[in-house]
């Protein structure tokens, strides 16, 4: 028990004190090896399949090195730790919306946040579409056709997102053999 208390103060202070990613791993490396929970070189390993598996990074550390430390009650507990601050952060911020939800001030701001995020949502796609269906500055069809083809599962068909995915990487190996032009 003392030893999940341990991990998930660890993994907390963790996550109050850095800023996510890149930028956990001397404290990680730091708390384990104080701890006697791993060496230099098995936390090297954990950051290396962490940032190899889908996922941030401190929470893929927080499981590898909670399972490591205590097995699943381990990475619990250090999950948990590391996500303290987001939590937190979430329940003062409900706590506050749920307080002033019906303050004049309060609509005020959310009238002009709710367009924002609109707006940055829709230059983000901009953005992202003038990268990803474009080559050297020229609309790329196939890049095109691929989209609309994936819009119209998403939408009409009801697929599934992983569904699209893996219909999308059959698609560019069959149709063009890993030649497409990078993007």
């Not at 003392?2 to 202070?13: G, V």
Request: glycine content about 10%; charged content about 10%; some cysteine.
């Amino acid at each position: 028990m003392m030893t999940l208390l341990r991990l998930f103060w660890s993994f907390a202070k963790i996550g109050f004190t850095s800023f996510g990613g890149l930028s956990m791993i001397p404290l990680i490396n730091e708390e384990m090896i104080q701890n006697g929970w791993m060496t230099a070189a098995e936390v090297s390993d954990i950051v290396a399949i962490a940032e190899m598996t889908p996922g941030p990074l401190g929470i893929n550390c927080a499981t590898f090195a909670g399972i490591r430390a205590a097995g699943l009650a381990g990475a619990a507990a250090a999950n948990i730790g590391v996500l303290m601050p987001t939590l937190t952060l979430t329940l003062l911020a409900a706590a506050f919306f749920h307080k002033f939800k019906n303050s004049q001030g309060m609509k005020a701001v959310m009238s002009g946040v709710r367009p924002a995020c609109i707006g940055m949502i829709f230059a983000l796609c901009v953005s992202m579409s003038l990268t990803n269906y474009t080559s050297d500055g020229a609309l790329y069809l196939p890049y095109v056709l691929l989209g609309g083809a994936d819009l119209f599962l998403l939408l009409k068909a009801k697929m599934s997102v992983p569904a699209v995915i893996g219909i999308n990487a059959l698609a560019g190996v069959l149709l063009f053999g890993g030649l497409l032009p990078p993007v």
